[in-house]
């Protein structure tokens, strides 16, 4: 077998794994889609796409890509339709999800996750603006059609679906903003916040609420009904800071399958009088992308607060500082945290085990690396990818390395900082 078959073969499950996830968004999005809308104004499969791509090696664009131009087919029942018209559109549904990948991709900073986020929002916006401008323009050119309801319908839908999804699915995989799991502190609670947000979405979004205030108090009021749907955003965000990403993603699947569920029967504070019939769901998706918007950023925000220095206040890198003694092998660590503190410290005691956790490709910079030590007192800066005990992958920059050769026996001593997580499987790396 050659290695373009093996890379393919090794990365047949993801890629399995992301059709599913798209058909299943999809099917969804159709389903609580407006009817008398002339486009589909939610549209869930662009954040699934934009994900897939952010995630997968360059190599599987291509592949991603067909699968993803398939599945769009299929969902348009293009057989049963006109199947020139149908993979046209199937294929003019994809270029935005990917450039919005690639420029977030290309041009982040490894690290800073605010950069990261902004870039990937900005892109975002941009792209969906330029991609519904051209697309509504091209159907009104040839087909005549509303120009200013599909600009309007194409843009929400491909915003709101790529900053929903994405961040669903991203929050799933990614490990970065990771958050301790005590039992007291963290899974009780969170547990607790789950069934409260549950609880407060149903009975707001069924009209629980609405018909209490009415039949007890004689309140009519739709703004102060409407401003209830602020509760379960806070039970939401609360979520995401007791279980991390991972609980903000379930918070966020929960609040929406509640909301979308209710809103398309014409229940809940989004389905108010004087609207036309497809202005609510266009209500409930800024709702739910403003709620991901603002879990995001606290998210992010709450991490650099901890690593801001408490006597400044200016954010510190966490470096962890390591002393290799050249003679032994054996490694001493200092202010090892975050991902790091994922691997097993036997691991990290010695170079030859240490090696066993860089990826293959890269133990050879690293064993050149500490190997030419006796050349210079300055070693070079380097980055490789190191496997954690979760099976994710991180990469490391070793910087400001010094090598003593007048000291018994002979040491290196060095720093890492962790510059970018990629939280897949050991096969599915990304090139940058």
């Known amino acids: 077998m050659n290695r373009a078959a093996s890379f393919f073969q090794n990365n047949a499950v993801s890629i399995a794994l992301w059709m599913v996830v798209y058909y299943i968004s999809g099917v969804i999005s159709l389903k609580v889609d407006a009817i008398d809308a002339e486009i589909s104004i939610v549209w869930f499969p662009a954040g699934v796409a934009t994900a897939a791509f952010l995630c997968a090696r360059w190599r599987l664009w291509p592949v991603l890509l067909l699968s993803f131009i398939s599945i769009n087919i299929i969902l348009d029942n293009a057989f049963d339709n006109k199947l020139t018209l149908s993979i046209i559109y199937a294929i003019i549904a994809m ?11 290309y041009f982040s900073r490894p690290g800073d996750d605010l950069h990261i986020i902004l870039l990937w929002l900005f892109a975002t916006i941009l792209v969906s603006f330029v991609d519904a401008l051209l697309f509504s323009t091209g159907l009104n050119f040839f087909r005549n059609a509303n120009f200013k309801e599909i600009f309007w319908g194409g843009f929400i839908a491909d915003t709101t679906g790529i900053i929903f999804a994405t961040t669903v699915i991203m929050g799933f995989m990614n490990t970065r903003l990771r958050t301790s799991t005590s039992i007291i502190k963290n899974i009780f609670p969170g547990l607790i916040v789950w069934v409260l947000l549950c609880l407060s979405s149903l009975l707001i979004f069924n009209n629980t609420v609405k018909s209490f205030s ?5 309140l009519y009021s739709e703004a102060l009904i409407f401003s209830l749907a602020c509760i379960p955003v806070l039970f939401a965000v609360l979520m995401s800071l007791l ?10 699947l929960t609040l929406s399958a509640i909301a979308m569920y209710f809103t398309n029967n014409k229940l809940g504070p989004f389905f108010m009088k004087g609207l036309y019939p497809h202005e609510p769901l266009m209500l409930i998706q800024g709702y739910l992308t403003a709620t991901t918007l603002l879990m995001v950023f606290i998210r992010v925000i709450t991490r650099d607060i901890s690593h801001l220095d408490a006597a400044d206040g200016i954010q ?3 470096y962890a ?22 691997i097993d410290k036997k691991a990290l005691s010695h170079r030859e085990t240490l090696m066993q956790q860089v990826h293959q490709d890269d133990r050879d910079i690293l064993a050149a690396h500490w190997a030419g030590a006796d050349a210079d007192t300055n070693l070079p800066i380097i980055q490789f990818r190191l496997s954690t005990d979760e099976g994710a992958w991180i990469r490391v920059t070793d910087s400001g390395s010094l090598f003593f050769s007048q000291n018994t026996p002979q040491m290196i001593v060095g720093k890492w900082r962790v510059t970018k997580t990629l939280p897949l499987f050991k096969t599915d790396l990304m090139d940058k």
């Open 321 to 342: 500082v390591y002393q290799l003694n050249l003679a032994t092998g054996e490694i001493a660590w200092g202010n090892l945290s975050g991902e790091l503190t994922r």
């Open 316 to 318: 510190t890198k966490q």
């Open 214 to 218: 009415h039949n007890n108090f004689h």
């Open 243 to 252: 279980w991390g990403n991972r609980g903000g993603s379930l918070a966020l």
């Open 95 to 105: 270029p935005a999800s990917m450039l919005i990948a690639w420029i977030t991709r």
